[in-house]
C-alpha cells in the first residue's frame, strides 16, 4: 500500500488540545465576561467607536438608494399638495373676481337708482319705475323693451327718464310690458331748447353719422350755437316736461352754399346702456279739459269810415 494513500491526520488517540465543549465553555464565560465588564465599565466602547469609524462610508453607501427613495416620494408629494393649493387659489381669485365684478355693478345701480330717486323726487308728474328687459330685435330701430305695461298705468306716448335725462318715449304699450323708442332712432324727433341761448329747435335721431346719435334740423347756417351747448327739452309739445337734459352739441358744419347748418349731438341719458327708468305721465294726459266756450272764434276786426 502506497504512502500517499495513507491520512494526515493523526488517529484519535495521539490528538492534542482541548476539547469542543471544553472550548464552548472557555468561550461562553469569556463572552459573559466581556458583556458585563462592557455594561459596568464600557470596556468595547473604544472598539464600537473605532469599527463605527471604519464602517461609516460602508454604511453611507447602503443608505443612498434609500434617502433618494425617500427624497423622491417627498418631493411628488409636494408637487401634488402644491398643485391642489394652486388649483384652489386659482378657483378662489376668479371667484373674488367675480365677487368684484358683481359689486362694481351693484354699486354702479345703486347710484343710478338714487339718482332716480332723486330725479323723482323732483318731478311733478305721476312716475312709475320700470326696468329694461332687452333691446327690440329689428336692428334698423333703436327700441327697448320695458317690463311694465297697460295694468301699471303706462300711456301711449308717455316720456322715460333715466338719471341723466331723457330716454324715449312709450310708442307700443302692452297689458305687462311695453316698447320704447329712443331718442337717437331715425324716426323720432324731439321739441328741443338752447339752454345757453333760449332758442327752439327740433332734434332728430340720427343713426348715419354713428350709431347713438342726434341731429339739430333746420338752424339757420348763422344761427348762435356753440360747440358744449346743452339741449333741454322745451315742453311746448305736450308731451315732455320741460327742462330736462336732452344732449348736448358736440360737432358743427356751416357751409356758405347751405341754408341751414348741420348741428351734430350727443345724447345726455345712457341709451345704450339703461337699466332702470321712469316712465312719467304725458302732460297732455294729465291737462285738464277745456271749457265748452274756450274754442270760440275772435271776432275780426271790421273797418269803417267814419
Known amino acids: 500500500m502506497a504512502l500517499t494513500s495513507l491520512g494526515r491526520e493523526p488517529p484519535p488517540f495521539f490528538r492534542q488540545g482541548p476539547s469542543a465543549f471544553s472550548r464552548w465553555l472557555v468561550l461562553s464565560a469569556l463572552a459573559v465576561f466581556l458583556m458585563v465588564a462592557d455594561a459596568r465599565f464600557d470596556l468595547m466602547l473604544p472598539l464600537r467607536t473605532a469599527l463605527s469609524v471604519a464602517l461609516y462610508p460602508l454604511q453611507w453607501l ?123 332712432d331715425r324716426d323720432h324727433a324731439i321739441p328741443v331748447l338752447n339752454a345757453r341761448t333760449g332758442a327752439r329747435g327740433v332734434a332728430y335721431g340720427d343713426t348715419f353719422s354713428h350709431a347713438d346719435a342726434m341731429e339739430l334740423r333746420f338752424m339757420a347756417a348763422n344761427a348762435d350755437v356753440e360747440q358744449g351747448d346743452l339741449l333741454t327739452t322745451s315742453g311746448v309739445d305736450g308731451v315732455y316736461p320741460a327742462g330736462l337734459p336732452v344732449a348736448r352739441v358736440e360737432k358743427i358744419e356751416r357751409r356758405t352754399d347751405a341754408v341751414f347748418a348741420r348741428i351734430y349731438c350727443a345724447p345726455v341719458a345712457s341709451v ?20 265748452a266756450g274756450a274754442s270760440e272764434a275772435i271776432p275780426a276786426k271790421t273797418g269803417g269810415r267814419r
Open 272 to 291: 345704450a346702456g339703461a337699466t332702470h327708468v321712469l316712465v312719467l305721465d304725458p302732460l297732455d294726459a294729465a291737462a285738464k279739459p277745456r271749457p
Open 62 to 184: 447602503a443608505m443612498r438608494p434609500v434617502l433618494l427613495v425617500q427624497s423622491a416620494q417627498s418631493a411628488l408629494q409636494a408637487m401634488a399638495t402644491n398643485a391642489a393649493s394652486l388649483a384652489a387659489l386659482r378657483q378662489q381669485l376668479s371667484t373674488q373676481a367675480q365677487r368684484a365684478n358683481q359689486a362694481d355693478l351693484l354699486l354702479l345701480e345703486n347710484r343710478r337708482l338714487r339718482d332716480l330717486l332723486a330725479l323723482q323726487a323732483r318731478l311733478e308728474q305721476r312716475t312709475v319705475a320700470a326696468q329694461v328687459l332687452y333691446d327690440a330685435a329689428d336692428p334698423y330701430t333703436r327700441k327697448v323693451i320695458l317690463d311694465k305695461g297697460e295694468l301699471q298705468g303706462l300711456h301711449l306716448g308717455a316720456p322715460v327718464v333715466d338719471e341723466l335725462g331723457i330716454l324715449g318715449q312709450v310708442t307700443r304699450l302692452f297689458p305687462l310690458m311695453s316698447e320704447v323708442t329712443l331718442i337717437t
